[in-house]
């Protein structure tokens, strides 16, 4: 089907692994389970959705602009918000896009703006008869292909997060303090819309339109999920830990330079002073009729030089 059109995906299953597509203006027959798929963004849609007698609440949350995670019953069906991450060419993962679900009793009514590659690899699934059967199996199927996209985003952060330790393990820079950042802010983006989807699973498991194998899919994909969480939080902690010790470097590198000039200002304290002190314009300075006088001064200011740094260094200030 035409993805720039308002029906992105409309299939009736056939309870085999199969689907017929049905047209635009076809009423959905009860006694078939259906998959709506349907751009949210376009007014067609909610008018399919009246002429179809969904309950306006229903129609209201599937069209809603902003969503979070979550689980909840609606009108006599199961409203389902999840994110799945953003795979589309030049697109941020982290960008994750909103699916918005509604598991009526004879069929499923979803609705997206942007385009995300689990939905498709379910329909594609259908159209070659091997996907799911029932409507349950079909929500389950789609929960399982975000989490399963989810895990090479997430394996990815990690892997660069490692390459970070790796290269500040070789070269300590400051350097690499906008890219550590910069995977502190993907994870959080990340952590932000997988933490509540969890818990969103976890309620569509005691949803009773599933049966047990869907419900255990769908436990496998919550389990698989905590697992991200908990790596999503260790890539996350070890990028602060390592941008903690390029600000330690960054510090230290600070704190050399300070106490070299600190040094040099010592140095060149007392030889200020005599300078100083001889530089003055008035009567009576030692040596002014000496031509050897300058000489003296100058084999002086050495000797104070090397008393103030045998000093230094007895104080192993050097």
């Not at 602009?65 to 799945?84: F, I, K, Q, W």
Request: charged residues 20%; negative net charge.
């Amino acid at each position: 089907m035409d993805q720039t059109h308002w029906l992105k995906i409309g299939l009736e299953l056939d309870g085999k692994g199969g689907a017929s597509a049905f047209r635009d203006g076809e009423a959905l027959q009860g006694h078939v389970p259906y998959w709506a798929h349907l751009d949210y963004t376009r007014p067609e849609t909610e008018a399919w959705m009246e002429r179809q007698a969904i309950p306006a609440p229903v129609i209201s949350a599937l069209v809603a602009a902003e969503t979070r995670p979550r689980a909840s019953e609606v009108a006599g069906g199961t409203l389902v918000y999840l994110r799945g991450v953003n795979l589309n060419p030049g697109a941020r993962p982290e960008d994750m896009i909103a699916l918005r679900m509604w598991v009526g009793p004879q069929g499923l009514i979803s609705t997206q703006k942007r385009t995300l590659l689990s939905v498709e690899s379910v329909q594609t699934l259908l159209e070659e008869g091997q996907g799911p059967t029932t409507t349950g199996a079909l929500v389950a199927e789609l929960v399982d292909q975000l989490i399963w996209r989810m895990e090479d985003v997430i394996e990815n952060l990690e892997s660069e997060v490692e390459d970070c330790a790796v290269m500040l393990d070789e070269s300590p820079s400051t350097g690499l303090t906008p890219q550590l950042s910069q995977l502190r802010r993907r994870a959080i983006t990340l952590r932000r819309y997988l933490a509540p989807q969890r818990e969103a699973l976890i309620k569509l498991q005691s949803e009773p339109l599933f049966a047990a194998t869907e419900v255990l899919l769908i436990r496998e994909a919550s389990d698989r999920l905590q697992r991200l969480l908990e790596d999503l939080d260790a890539a996350r902690e070890h990028a602060t830990l390592l941008q903690e010790e390029v600000f330690s470097v960054q510090n230290e590198a600070i704190n050399d330079r300070m106490y070299l000039l600190a040094m040099i200002s010592a140095l060149f304290l007392p030889l200020g002073f005599l300078t100083g002190l001889f530089g003055i314009n008035v009567g009576g300075l030692p040596g002014v009729e000496n031509p050897m006088a300058f000489w003296w001064f100058c084999g002086g200011l050495a000797l104070v030089s090397i008393g103030v740094l045998i000093w230094m260094v007895t104080r192993r200030w050097l």
